[in-house]
């Protein structure tokens, strides 16, 4: 575990959007870039864990670096395309790019993030994040059908927006988009309805 620490100074040299976003047709003034989703998600996995194991404030600092400017994008989670501006050395997530340019961070939950993040909220003094990411839960359906016609259900989203919100009517949608049946199940679906449905029996019962 030790040894993945910091394995975000490798983006000096690699940039993990390199094929799909290249930096001549995104621009950026950061020394690198990365996705919020799933690559910080990831990387704020790590330094958790060596926070939590070695009692290290660096990497307390770190995750709080991040949590912050992510807070401080024009729309939170939404910001941007995917890349956003990352420096290593600080921690901290930039975007310079075109104002109106947003994306739905679909990596983002469903590959480990929102597991890493309901751990690593309740540990950490961020409120400015904790606004930014209930934003995100609220707002996640819609503006993934707005931006990319993505109808894929990230129902631990809602949940957690219902559950914070103590709001019936969300609630009510997704037990019935837990329960509704399905036309066909890939391997994909069935492994996130399963999160999903462990997610919402705890919260929202």
Request: hydrophobic share 40%; charged share 20%.
């Amino acid at each position: 575990m030790h040894a993945q620490t910091d394995a975000d100074t490798l983006l000096w040299n690699l940039d993990p959007m390199r094929l799909a976003e290249p930096r001549e047709t995104f621009p950026c003034s950061a020394p690198a870039r990365l996705r919020i989703g799933p690559d910080w998600m990831a990387y704020a996995g790590n330094w958790m864990t060596e926070w939590e194991r070695t009692g290290n404030q660096q990497y307390y600092q770190k995750i709080l670096a991040g949590m912050e400017s992510i807070a401080e994008l024009r729309d939170g989670l939404f910001t941007g395309n995917k890349a956003l501006g990352y420096h290593p050395s600080t921690g901290r997530i930039s975007y310079d790019g075109p104002q109106e340019l947003r994306n739905t961070n679909h990596l983002l939950t469903i590959m480990g993030g929102f597991e890493v993040m309901n751990e690593l909220m309740p540990m950490m003094n961020c409120p400015a994040f904790n606004k930014t990411w209930l934003d995100h839960a609220r707002r996640y359906r819609e503006m993934a059908l707005k931006i990319s016609k993505n109808k894929f259900p990230v129902r631990r989203l809602d949940a957690y927006a219902a559950w914070n919100d103590r709001d019936p009517q969300r609630m009510n949608f997704v037990w019935k988009a837990l329960t509704a049946p399905a036309k066909g199940l890939s391997t994909n679906e069935a492994a996130l309805w399963s999160l999903d449905a462990i997610y919402t029996l705890e919260v929202i019962p």
